[in-house]
């Protein structure tokens, strides 16, 4: 889908003065101004968060009550059982929770539903297992505030339930011990902590009971530094805001994974060569981390997941770390052939023009790999996407799961599409749901009309957001490194983009990567020359070869540390015939797809 390139505004004045006052380049300055940091003391906590930003754990609701219930429930000897979830969240989560236990000689195991069998969240059949085996106390972790049927069970088996979460909660909320950033009545400043930043503020003021006293003993103090990683990988991998308490706990979490990594995570980073880097980032935890751990739960082994980022014994670490590294290559198999599935049937049936939202359904698509599709589907064709993976009997329900694109609220719609479907959950950008397949013709009318209802004409085109325009000479070394520091980069605090006009091919780009799907080319501008690569721009060869004159690319600058040699190169999002210099009316670029 064609992107229309929106270049923000900026004030001089206010660059040189933020430039100079809190000593930055001016580019850096105009980043920051468009992240909303006005001044060099903002600029400062920005550009150097420090660990002691987190507010006191006490301070989010719920939690107070929740750790008195637990830490009590520890010195009683009660079995405490820790109720996960089966994505990367919510596995790094049970994990900080679990040796958050186990630091204090708690009776603590963990339970983690079956992607494809259980599905998502509470359930009665699982809290009877619990019960069954003995369990007391049952602490949920990224899952829980919508099952009010189901805390009422728990209260029923003589279970107490404590529910930490981070999602959307309805018109009613359960009776347990509640905790989440957003609960009413109270105004935290902040509820974008993903559900390992719940856990981690949790296990934090278990801590300060354990230790009797604000500050932590030395053992407790270790492990939440070591915590804060988790809850790194947990808060990236979950696509939450990173500003706020998330900036600080992934800048200081990187830190910990390289320093003082779970044994688990210290195999795993080896396996993947990650080790020797000098330092982390957040891609690392985004392309490489997170989908290993999340490729367990999609194919329905979390707990081998769990157990991973838990264990103390390094046999079993690097088993586990070489079985979940196999997992991620089958999963990404699996991805590809739905991936091709679904975007031939949308292809054959979305109209660009009609079209507010696409719900495509298969037999057979495997349910653990259907989220990540959705999310290429919807930015490929920039619409809510719902992609359901229908029983091949027909006999069990269809599973769905569903990706946003900005401004669109799929929780809401799917609160509007309630009688169609037999359950649903999750939040504005994800969510996931089960349906009957006679009822999916239904559905996809009241979804689609429900999208047609919010989603504007010009909505529809996808804005692409350009920080600043900037020529290819002023991407020094220096000048790419500061720009770094801007990082970690993700939802809320994106890679900045940047974009550069009279720009030339040097040479006919080639397609890399598995089935070409990348772009190799070399771009000159008045004789600066830089390498560059577009991930996903496999599709522009043909029109890039045969194209005539300047063009207008948008990127990114990156430094590119090969063979221990570092030098800038730049990542192409997208482009055009040059207009832009010419002051013409500007076309809307190809994006990468």
Same mark, same amino acid.
């Given at each position: 889908?064609? %992107?229309?390139?929106?270049?923000?505004?900026?004030?001089?004045?206010?660059?040189?003065?933020?430039?100079?006052?809190?000593?930055?380049?001016?580019?850096?300055?105009?980043?920051?101004?468009?992240?909303?940091?006005?001044?060099?003391?903002?600029?400062?906590?920005?550009?150097?968060?420090?660990?002691?930003?987190?507010?006191?754990?006490?301070?989010?609701?719920?939690?107070?009550?929740?750790?008195?219930?637990?830490?009590?429930?520890?010195?009683?000897?009660?079995?405490?059982?820790?109720?996960?979830?089966?994505?990367?969240?919510?596995?790094?989560?049970?994990?900080?929770?679990?040796?958050?236990? $186990?630091?204090?000689?708690?009776?603590?195991?963990?339970?983690?539903?079956?992607?494809?069998?259980?599905?998502?969240?509470?359930?009665?059949?699982? =809290?009877?297992?619990?019960?069954?085996?003995?369990?007391?106390?049952?602490?949920?972790?990224?899952?829980?505030?919508?099952?009010?049927?189901?805390?009422?069970?728990?209260?029923?088996?003589?279970?107490?339930?404590?529910?930490?979460?981070?999602?959307?909660?309805?018109?009613?909320?359960?009776?347990?011990?509640?905790?989440?950033?957003?609960?009413?009545?109270?105004?935290?400043? *902040?509820?974008?902590?993903?559900?390992?930043?719940?856990?981690?503020?949790?296990?934090?003021?278990?801590?300060?009971?354990?230790?009797?006293? $604000?500050?932590?003993?030395?053992?407790?103090? %270790?492990?939440?530094?070591?915590?804060?990683?988790?809850?790194?990988?947990?808060?990236?991998?979950?696509?939450?805001?990173?500003?706020? /308490?998330?900036?600080? =706990?992934?800048?200081?979490?990187?830190?910990?994974?390289?320093?003082?990594?779970?044994?688990?995570?210290?195999?795993?980073?080896?396996?993947?060569?990650?080790?020797?880097?000098?330092?982390?980032?957040?891609?690392?935890?985004? *392309?490489?981390?997170?989908?290993?751990?999340?490729?367990?739960?999609?194919?329905? $082994?979390?707990?081998?997941?769990?157990?991973?980022?838990?264990?103390?014994?390094?046999?079993?670490?690097?088993?586990?770390?070489?079985?979940?590294?196999?997992?991620?290559?089958?999963?990404?198999?699996?991805?590809?052939?739905?991936?091709?599935?679904?975007?031939?049937?949308?292809?054959?049936?979305?109209?660009?023009?009609?079209?507010?939202?696409?719900?495509?359904?298969?037999?057979?698509?495997?349910?653990?790999?259907? #989220?990540?599709?959705? #999310?290429?589907?919807?930015?490929? *064709?920039?619409?809510?996407?719902?992609?359901?993976?229908?029983?091949?009997?027909?006999?069990?329900?269809?599973?769905?799961?569903?990706?946003?694109?900005?401004?669109?609220?799929?929780?809401?719609?799917?609160?509007?599409?309630?009688?169609?479907?037999?359950?649903?959950? #999750?939040?504005?950008?994800?969510?996931?749901?089960?349906?009957?397949?006679?009822?999916?013709?239904?559905?996809?009318?009241?979804?689609?009309?429900?999208?047609?209802?919010?989603?504007?004409?010009?909505?529809?085109?996808?804005?692409?957001?350009?920080?600043?325009?900037?020529?290819?000479?002023?991407?020094?070394?220096?000048?790419?490194?500061?720009?770094?520091?801007?990082?970690?980069?993700?939802?809320?605090?994106?890679?900045?983009?940047?974009?550069?006009?009279?720009?030339?091919?040097?040479?006919?780009? %080639?397609?890399?990567?598995?089935?070409?799907?990348?772009?190799?080319?070399?771009?000159?501008?008045?004789?600066?020359?830089?390498?560059?690569?577009? *991930?996903?721009?496999?599709?522009?060869?043909?029109?890039?070869?045969?194209?005539?004159?300047?063009?207008?690319?948008?990127?990114?600058?990156?430094?590119?540390?090969?063979?221990?040699?570092?030098?800038? /190169?730049?990542?192409?999002?997208?482009?055009?015939?040059?207009?832009?210099?010419?002051?013409?009316?500007?076309?809307?670029?190809?994006?990468?797809?």
């Amino acid at each position: 889908m064609a %992107k229309q390139w929106r270049i923000l505004a900026h004030d001089a004045a206010r660059i040189a003065s933020l430039s100079r006052t809190a000593g930055v380049s001016s580019l850096v300055a105009q980043l920051l101004i468009a992240r909303g940091i006005p001044d060099a003391d903002g600029a400062a906590r920005f550009l150097q968060p420090k660990l002691t930003g987190l507010r006191d754990p006490g301070e989010l609701p719920g939690v107070n009550e929740a750790a008195d219930l637990i830490h009590q429930a520890v010195r009683d000897r009660r079995r405490i059982v820790v109720y996960g979830d089966y994505d990367c969240d919510g596995m790094t989560a049970t994990a900080i929770l679990v040796q958050c236990l $186990q630091q204090l000689e708690a009776d603590v195991s963990y339970y983690v539903p079956h992607r494809l069998e259980e599905g998502y969240g509470l359930s009665h059949e699982a =809290l009877d297992k619990i019960a069954a085996r003995g369990g007391q106390v049952v602490i949920t972790v990224d899952c829980g505030i919508a099952s009010v049927e189901e805390a009422a069970h728990a209260r029923q088996l003589g279970l107490s339930l404590v529910i930490t979460d981070h999602h959307s909660f309805g018109r009613q909320l359960p009776e347990a011990t509640l905790v989440h950033p957003a609960l009413p009545g109270h105004n935290y400043p *902040f509820t974008g902590l993903c559900g390992a930043g719940v856990a981690f503020k949790l296990a934090w003021a278990i801590c300060q009971r354990a230790s009797e006293s $604000q500050r932590v003993s030395p053992p407790l103090k %270790k492990f939440l530094l070591q915590a804060v990683g988790l809850a790194a990988i947990g808060t990236i991998a979950d696509v939450v805001p990173l500003i706020d /308490e998330n900036r600080i =706990l992934v800048l200081h979490g990187l830190h910990s994974l390289k320093s003082m990594p779970p044994l688990g995570l210290e195999v795993l980073l080896r396996l993947l060569q990650l080790d020797s880097k000098p330092q982390l980032s957040g891609d690392d935890i985004a *392309f490489s981390i997170a989908p290993r751990l999340n490729a367990a739960g999609r194919l329905g $082994q979390a707990q081998l997941a769990i157990e991973l980022l838990t264990t103390n014994k390094t046999d079993r670490a690097l088993a586990l770390a070489e079985y979940i590294h196999e997992l991620n290559e089958s999963r990404q198999s699996l991805e590809r052939s739905i991936y091709l599935a679904a975007r031939k049937q949308a292809v054959e049936r979305f109209d660009p023009r009609e079209d507010p939202a696409l719900v495509l359904a298969g037999h057979g698509w495997h349910a653990g790999v259907i #989220g990540i599709v959705a #999310g290429r589907i919807a930015e490929k *064709f920039h619409r809510p996407t719902v992609l359901i993976s229908l029983d091949d009997l027909g006999v069990k329900p269809g599973v769905g799961s569903a990706r946003s694109v900005p401004g669109f609220d799929l929780h809401a719609a799917l609160q509007q599409c309630t009688s169609c479907l037999l359950s649903h959950g #999750g939040h504005a950008a994800a969510a996931g749901l089960r349906i009957e397949e006679e009822r999916l013709d239904e559905f996809r009318e009241a979804f689609c009309e429900y999208a047609s209802e919010n989603i504007t004409i010009a909505e529809r085109i996808s804005d692409l957001v350009i920080d600043a325009e900037c020529p290819l000479s002023a991407l020094t070394f220096d000048a790419v490194r500061q720009i770094e520091a801007l990082a970690p980069f993700g939802a809320g605090n994106k890679q900045p983009l940047l974009c550069a006009t009279d720009v030339t091919l040097c040479d006919t780009p %080639k397609q890399i990567g598995g089935g070409g799907r990348h772009l190799s080319l070399r771009l000159d501008q008045h004789g600066q020359r830089l390498r560059c690569v577009a *991930f996903g721009g496999g599709d522009w060869l043909g029109e890039l070869s045969q194209h005539v004159g300047p063009i207008a690319i948008a990127y990114r600058p990156i430094i590119n540390n090969f063979r221990g040699r570092n030098s800038v /190169e730049l990542q192409v999002v997208d482009w055009r015939a040059d207009n832009l210099a010419s002051g013409a009316p500007s076309d809307a670029g190809r994006g990468v797809a």
